[in-house]
């Protein structure tokens, strides 16, 4: 029945619709809230539920709390009804998820990108892991409910392509469409994102779509991302403008930017603003451990970084916490002007504790101006398969959202 959602064509299947989107949010639920939050009469909603309860997608989870009589039926989704297929694809690897409707993973999948890892390889292997997995599992493949996929680069949404991929280690990614080879070779509905965008999806619906539906994820690496949930709907740039924040100026006489203005966030709190700025102090004289495996301080990476502030080292934890004093002022000027009620901060320097705890020490100091703003500024998920479920979340979006023209939000 999933899959006759995509086409609202009674107001009865609308009504299923909406009902098994509120089951799959707020579940377990009983019949008298669900009335409630949708107007439907007490015995008209139940007829409905029954009818979900037989075509298989939600079941009684036997939860409901007896006032004195008879235990209320509280519903919640059944997650092995379909099945979804999430898949990540970076410079670096390339991860294929099996899904059930919860978004928890059953199976996983992972390609280290080389030189042979062309966009044909590259997919066919994607095609061939989906046929291994649904194998494994005893899954039919008319179980399936499609195929979403996240990248990390901006794609081109219409033409399902990667707008600039320089950094992949092999060539055939130019102008090459990924929607249309997945779903020659599958047989199935597939759908394309960023992974900024599906990072923030799979964290708002694993964790925070039951608490508020403002919501924005900020991703600080080789460039500074960010992607918002409001309404409890993914928002979509226009223009893909995903890396916009890196280009919000917080110093008019600061570092010139690749983009030729000066002062952007970019050039402070991104990876290669860090390294650049080690490398400079360091060339500069000022000490570090550093110095003492690098001969030459010109072939200081970010991972010997990394490693240095694990050591405590000065200079590097200098650096870092600079760069999370610039991070911080970059949340409170989101915070601003969105006014989210929950900030997410995602990135290779988030786990440590510097970073993560100075940019929101910055933040929250200066938004304190506004006595009512209760942001709650939280470590985005540490697990590194964040995107391929917000990917596999994307499917399933597609077919439950009540809105089916529009299942995000363009600005």
Excluded at 48 to 74: F, N
Excluded at 165 to 184: Q, R, S
Excluded at 228 to 242: C, P, R, S
Aim: include cysteine.
């Amino acid at each position: 029945m999933l899959r006759q959602f995509m086409g609202i064509t009674s107001q009865k299947t609308k009504n299923l619709k909406v009902l098994y989107g509120l089951i799959r949010q707020w579940g377990p639920i009983g019949v008298k809230a669900l009335s409630e939050m949708t107007g439907y009469k007490p015995t008209t909603c139940a007829r409905l539920l029954d009818e979900l309860v037989h075509v298989g997608l939600i079941h009684d989870s036997g939860l409901g709390e007896s006032s004195g009589g008879r235990k209320p039926l509280m519903y919640v989704i059944h997650p092995d009804a379909f099945y979804l297929i999430g898949v990540e694809i970076s410079n670096l690897y390339t991860t294929v998820l099996l899904l059930d409707l919860d978004l928890t993973i059953l199976g996983t999948e992972k390609l280290k990108m080389n030189s042979q890892c062309t966009a044909q390889y590259t997919l066919d292997y994607v095609s061939r892991c989906i046929k291994e997995l649904l194998a494994k599992h005893n899954i039919p493949t008319d179980k399936m409910l499609g195929i979403g996929v996240g990248v990390l680069d901006p794609v081109d949404l219409e033409r399902g392509i990667i707008v600039d991929p320089h950094l992949f280690p092999a060539d055939g990614w130019n102008d090459f469409n990924i929607v249309e080879y997945l779903e020659k070779n599958n047989d199935t509905l597939v759908f394309l994102d960023n992974g900024t965008n599906l990072a923030a999806l799979a964290e708002y619906r694993l964790k925070y779509w039951k608490e508020t539906d403002s919501l924005v994820f900020v991703s600080s690496d080789m460039g500074i991302r960010s992607s918002m949930i409001i309404k409890g709907k993914l928002v979509h740039q226009i223009n893909e403008m995903d890396d916009a924040l890196s280009h919000m100026i917080i110093d008019i006489h600061g570092r010139r930017c690749s983009c030729g203005a000066y002062g952007c966030l970019q050039t402070y709190s991104s990876l290669p603003a860090i390294h650049h700025e080690v490398i400079h102090r360091l060339k500069r004289g000022q000490g570090s451990i550093l110095q003492e495996s690098m001969e030459d301080v010109d072939k200081v990476d970010f991972h010997h970084i990394l490693e240095a502030m694990d050591r405590e080292d000065s200079l590097c934890l200098e650096v870092v916490k600079e760069a999370a004093y610039y991070f911080g002022i970059g949340l409170a000027n989101l915070i601003f002007l969105l006014r989210p009620d929950i900030v997410i901060c995602g990135g290779t320097l988030v786990p440590k504790p510097l970073f993560y705890e100075e940019a929101s020490r910055i933040a929250h100091e200066r938004v304190a101006i506004y006595p009512n703003c209760h942001v709650k500024i939280v470590q985005s998920s540490t697990a590194y398969n964040i995107v391929a479920q917000g990917a596999g979340c994307m499917v399933l979006d597609h077919f439950t959202s009540t809105d089916i023209n529009n299942p995000g939000t363009n600005i």
